[in-house]
């Protein structure tokens, strides 16, 4: 299994909000480790899935994401 971190895409202004992970499952990889993964991100990362997609060879991807916070100071400089 190996998860990465992607930036959002350039030309869609409305995706600064999120921040996104990729899940990838291997075909030969046991499902059940996947879904822990899932859901250990959900449960406590606050991630929501947000695309699955099979390919031909049995691997899987799954796309998660999660709102970005950003605080402003409201400290006068």
């Not at 499902?31 to 691997?59: P, S």
Request: aromatic share 10%; glycine share 6%.
């Amino acid at each position: 299994m190996l998860e990465e971190r992607i930036k959002p895409p350039l030309h869609h202004p409305d995706d600064q909000r999120f921040e996104y992970l990729v899940i990838t499952s291997f075909p030969g990889g046991p499902k059940h480790v996947a879904r822990a993964a899932l859901r250990e991100h959900a449960d406590n990362g606050k991630w929501e899935l947000m695309r699955t997609c099979r390919y031909e060879g049995g691997a899987q991807k799954y796309w998660l994401r999660r709102r970005v916070m950003r605080i402003r100071s409201t400290l006068a400089p």
